[in-house]
């Protein structure tokens, strides 16, 4: 299948790589009837180049955590 013809996939995020490849578990796509072949599908790896955007639920991101870990790259940087 091509990512890039699906509207969207819906799924856990697994792993992210240094080029924005994303492992998703337990897939599912917005359009069931028009991809019927990707029900079946439960796991999938998407190349980041076809990628346009994700989207993260606001409750499920750790934003201090970000924070914090954009503060250390800064710093380390700097150095």
């Given at each position: 299948f091509s990512p890039s013809a699906l509207d969207?996939?819906?799924?856990?995020?697994?792993?992210?790589?240094?080029?924005?490849?994303i492992k998703?578990?337990?897939?599912?796509?917005?359009?069931?009837?028009k991809y019927p072949h990707m029900l079946s599908v439960k796991n999938c790896f998407i190349r980041g180049?076809?990628?346009?955007?994700v989207q993260l639920p606001?409750?499920?991101v750790d934003t201090q955590l970000l924070q914090?870990?954009?503060?250390?790259?800064a710093l380390q940087q700097k150095q």
């Amino acid at each position: 299948f091509s990512p890039s013809a699906l509207d969207s996939i819906c799924g856990t995020l697994h792993s992210v790589d240094q080029y924005l490849n994303i492992k998703l578990t337990d897939i599912s796509v917005t359009d069931p009837e028009k991809y019927p072949h990707m029900l079946s599908v439960k796991n999938c790896f998407i190349r980041g180049s076809v990628v346009r955007y994700v989207q993260l639920p606001a409750d499920e991101v750790d934003t201090q955590l970000l924070q914090d870990a954009a503060r250390k790259e800064a710093l380390q940087q700097k150095q």
